[in-house]
């Protein structure tokens, strides 16, 4: 069973930067792909990013491109998202998600998830 915890949010003023992690145990690092979604209060949750098994191929959603990075420490077993340049309308709850044998936008593509950070931007 793999678990994975969030860290790293927190209340930011617009423009500043944060950086999550996501601590994975219990399961091989490596055979997991990993993502990251959001979910504001009242809306569903939505995906921002995901990197592959050996972390050589990343995606990211439209609203984060440029400003958001997803990357991996296999060694550590570490799940990071750099966020920079934040908008109020990236306050959420970020959760970090993985799977074994797929990668995608949908929530449904993962099996794991972790409990989720809290971001907050003001304007």
């Known amino acids: 069973q793999v678990q994975l915890e969030e860290s790293g949010g927190g209340l930011v003023q617009a423009g500043g930067s944060l950086r999550l992690s996501c601590a994975a145990s219990?399961?091989?690092?490596?055979?997991?792909?990993l993502a990251w979604f959001r979910q504001a209060p009242g809306k569903e949750r939505d995906f921002v990013a995901s990197?592959?098994?050996?972390?050589?191929?990343?995606f990211d959603s439209d609203y984060v491109r440029g400003r958001f990075t997803i990357s991996r420490d296999n060694d550590k077993k570490t799940l990071y998202l750099q966020m920079n340049n934040l908008k109020p309308e990236d306050t959420a709850v970020y959760y970090c998600?993985?799977?074994?044998?797929?990668?995608?936008?949908?929530?449904?593509?993962?099996?794991?998830w972790g409990q989720g950070t809290q971001v907050t931007v003001s304007s």
């Open positions: 998600a993985a799977d074994r044998m797929r990668i995608g936008k949908q929530a449904d593509s993962y099996e794991y």
């Open positions: 219990g399961g091989t690092f490596t055979s997991l792909a």
């Open positions: 990197i592959t098994w050996g972390g050589g191929d990343t």
